[in-house]
């Protein structure tokens, strides 16, 4: 299968600050990357699904004032926690769709843990 | 109601059961059907995806679909200590740049 790497792999930060986390698309072209946030023990939540060349959709009760996604290329997105608080602290997984035959497969990175002190 | 449901167990077995893993779901526009199987602390992987009620058979891994009962289930034979991670259910309902909608994860544990 496809392969996503995300970068940083974790991350502490400071509250007020912010993180940027990358998502890229290794050996394919993604037209679309979703961004999820799991919490211990608890599926994913869809935060937002990002299009290459335009604004990302939110999913409601998503601030996408404070969850910047940028999708600037077919292989590269972006998503920045603005001044991060703890309760921010999450797993953050974002995942990149290929066209198979049938449907749009989606291949998960290997996520990036946030905690903010 | 929450659109797809399952059991978040935790489930222990050991070593060789046959291990049944289930989701339902109340959406009618759900399509396609995915499990992923996610170890602690990485990202999910696809086990298997299916559009069509019946089964589909990938070595020890068999997914089931009824469409009519909205119910998907997940079977794997002769479980292996390395099968011992939290499995999603997921679905979607179109084909291009389709959003997934997860079930809640089942732990599962498989004893040597």
């Known amino acids: 299968g496809a392969v996503v790497s995300q970068h940083p792999s974790w991350v502490i930060c400071k509250s007020g600050t912010s993180v940027k986390i990358e998502c890229r698309s290794l050996d394919f072209q993604a037209t679309t990357m979703f961004w999820y946030r799991q919490f211990p023990k608890q599926s994913l939540m869809l935060m937002a699904t990002s299009n290459e060349g335009s604004k990302a959709t939110y999913e409601q009760g998503v601030e996408k004032d404070k969850f910047l996604i940028n999708h600037a290329s077919l292989t590269l997105s972006t998503l920045t926690v603005t001044s991060a608080h703890p309760e921010d602290s999450s797993f953050y997984i974002c995942?990149?769709?290929?066209?198979?035959?049938?449907?749009?497969?989606?291949?998960f990175g290997p996520g990036t843990r946030l905690t903010v002190l | 109601q929450k659109e797809v449901e399952q059991d978040p167990g935790p489930l222990s077995v050991p070593e060789g059961a046959i291990v049944s893993l289930n989701c339902t779901y109340s959406?009618?526009?759900?399509?396609?059907f995915m499990w992923y199987r996610q170890y602690s602390r990485k990202g999910p992987e696809l086990l298997m995806y299916?559009?069509?009620?019946g089964n589909k058979e990938d070595g020890r891994f068999t997914a089931q679909v009824d469409k009519s009962s909205k119910y998907i289930s997940l079977f794997i034979r002769d479980s292996q200590p390395s099968d011992s991670a939290t499995y999603l259910c997921a679905m979607s309902g179109k084909t291009s740049g389709s959003r997934l909608t997860f079930g809640e994860g089942t732990q599962l544990t498989v004893n040597p």
């Open positions: 959406n009618s526009a759900f399509q396609y």
């Open positions: 299916t559009y069509s009620s």
């Open positions: 995942s990149a769709g290929e066209r198979d035959i049938y449907i749009d497969e989606q291949f």
